[in-house]
C-alpha cells in the first residue's frame, strides 16, 4: 500500500513539474486558435490597425468603409507599432519589405493584436 502512494504521489509532482514547464516556456506560445486564419491590417487610409480573416488579394476591402484599403502588417517591436507592409506574394521581391522603414528592425508576425472587433469581418 504504501509503495502504490508513493508512486501516486511521484507521478502527481511529476505532472505539475510538466505543466509548470508547458506554462513557463513563455517564448514559444503555441499557435492561439483565435488567431488562425486570421492576420493584422494596416488601414491605409486611417492608419488604424486591425485584425481580420486572411484576405486572398491586396489591398483587402475595409469592412466598415468598403474600401480597398487594407494592407497587410508586421509589428515593429522597436516601434512597438504595426508597419504595413506588401502583399505576400510581393514581399519576398521587395528588399527590406520586412524591415522597418525607420530603424531597419526586422519586423515579426508577433506583435500584440489590435482589438479584436466582432464587426470586423467581411462581409460575404
Ligand atoms: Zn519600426
Known sequence: MMDSEFRWAWFSAALLLGALALAGCGKRQP???DRQGRMVYVDTASGETLAMDIAGEFPAIHP?????????????????????????????????????????????????????????????
Open 64 to 124: 466598415r468603409t468598403g474600401k480597398r484599403t487594407l494592407m497587410p502588417a508586421l509589428y515593429c517591436p522597436k516601434c512597438g507599432k504595426w508597419h504595413p507592409v506588401p502583399p505576400p506574394d510581393q514581399i519576398n521581391r521587395t528588399a527590406r519589405a520586412a524591415q522597418c522603414p525607420k530603424t531597419g528592425e526586422p519586423l515579426t508576425p508577433d506583435g500584440p493584436w489590435p482589438g479584436e472587433d466582432a464587426d470586423a469581418r467581411p462581409s460575404p
Open 31 to 33: 499557435i492561439d486558435p
